[in-house]
T-cell receptor
Framework: GAVVSQHPSWVICKSGTSVKIECRSL??????MFWYRQFPKQSLMLMAT?????????EQGVEKDKFLINHASLTLSTLTVTSAHPEDSSFYIC???????????????FGQGTRLTVV | EDKVVQSPLSLVVHEGDTVTLNCSYE??????LLWYKQEKKAPTFLFML????IEKKSGRLSSILDKKELFSILNITATQTGDSAIYLC?????????????FGQGTILTVHP
């Protein structure tokens, strides 16, 4: 089955620094990837939709200048948490949609997630 | 605004019991409903449902969709301790939003030996 690889799986950073999280589709092309955030004991909340070659679309309440998304190729999207603060500590997960027309009716594939802790 | 609501929020059972998890949805331009199991890390895919009334089965798990009532259920029979997890359902919109999932709150299932 299709695989989405997310890296790193966990990261601890100091307050004020920036952290980059990568999301790669390993065996399919993904024109669209999605970034979700999950706080403890809560469900996944969509942060933004990442479109290859264009600007990301952010959900209401998500600061685009704080959560920078770059989708420069059909297999890679990155999320950079800039000037991280303790309240940004969360579980970040990406998902990707297979752009192949014959696979359009398949489910979204998730990366392993990144546990971010800001100290 | 799209909305997905799951019930119950938590459930504690003993091995061998059968459980039914509920999911109601309001999704604009609805295309499909998905069920995921989440243990310690990212969700793992269980089912994708697009048509009403057609049950999907995988081992002890089964799921069905009612597009008239905007509702889905996930059944787990003969539960095992390994079934303990958070079960998430998500509505998938179609068109240009395809793949964008709106998740429910999740049902925390605990199966005791």
């Amino acid at each position: 089955g299709a695989v989405v690889s997310q890296h790193p799986s966990w990261v601890i950073c100091k307050s004020g620094t920036s952290v980059k999280i990568e999301c790669r589709s390993l065996d399919f092309q993904a024109t669209t990837m999605f970034w979700y955030r999950q706080f403890p004991k809560q469900s996944l909340m969509l942060m933004a939709t990442s479109n290859e070659g264009s600007k990301a679309t952010y959900e209401q309440g998500v600061e685009k200048d704080k959560f920078l998304i770059n989708h420069a190729s059909l297999t890679l999207s990155t999320l950079t948490v800039t000037s991280a603060h303790p309240e940004d500590s969360s579980f970040y997960i990406c998902s990707a949609r297979d752009a192949t027309p014959s696979n359009m009716n398949t489910e979204a594939f998730f990366g392993q997630g990144t546990r971010l802790t800001v100290v | 605004e799209d909305k997905v609501v799951q019930s119950p929020l938590s459930l504690v059972v003993h091995e061998g019991d059968t459980v039914t998890l509920n999911c109601s949805y309001e999704v604009t331009n609805f295309r499909s409903l998905l069920w995921y199991k989440q243990e310690k890390k990212a969700p793992t895919f269980l089912f994708m449902l697009t048509s009403s009334g057609i049950e999907k089965k995988s081992g002890r798990l089964s799921s069905i969709l009612d597009k008239k009532e905007l509702f889905s259920i996930l059944n787990i029979t003969a539960t095992q301790t390994g079934d303990s997890a958070i079960y998430l359902c998500a509505g998938n919109a179609g068109g240009t939003s395809y793949g964008k999932l709106t998740f429910g709150q999740g049902t925390i299932l605990t199966v005791h030996p």
